[in-house]
């Protein structure tokens, strides 16, 4: 099984190593975890464990989100992802997965939703330099300037950086160090930072780097 979780991040902070070397760590939240359902090749096509993560009031969840935590005697859930397998997994439905299932896992990829600024120019959005701020530029100093070739293509080149929606997508921070597993309070630590808020769900999975 690709071992992975459901939490939440808790903040930043740093630990000492015997050296005195100070770590930049992120505290996560991971777990506990109801294992929703179980994907099959036979059933569905491929192989995947849909976990559940943090309980949602049931008058706050839909009638089929009731219904499908009731498969398995939980309630519904706010956070609900999958976890893609390379083949069948022993993991049952109902099974409930805590923060122990990475003591054997040196390295993970956590997955959020970065912090939205919403529409945003080029010197915030891209750390454009701007124009002078001399004679002659008349109130032109955050412009991104020229932006387009001349008669040949006589149009802006597909991809170029313009202003527009900055943040708020899905981002893959690969292959961090886990530095500490916390059984007792459900905590993983892991050296470095990752993507959205304090508070924000996140999706912990064993790396598939080598």
Sequence with gaps: MRVGLLGRKVG???IYEADGTAVPITVLECGPCTVL??????????????????????KNATQAARGHAKKVDAEPKRYIRELR?????????GQTLTVEVFNEIGRVDVIGTSKGRGFSGVLKRHGFKGLRATHGVKRMHRHPGSSGPSADPAHTRKGIKKPGQFGNARITVKNLKVVRVD?????LLVR???????GGFLTIRQTNKV
């Design 12 to 14: 930043m902070t740093q």
């Design 85 to 93: 397998q390379d083949g069948p997994t022993d993991v049952a439905a």
């Design 37 to 58: 359902q179980v994907r099959t090749e036979e059933r569905d096509g491929y192989h995947a464990v849909q976990l559940g993560y943090a309980d949602k009031k049931r």
């Design 183 to 187: 059984l007792t309070n459900n905590l």
């Design 192 to 198: 470095g930072a990752v993507p959205g808020p304090n």
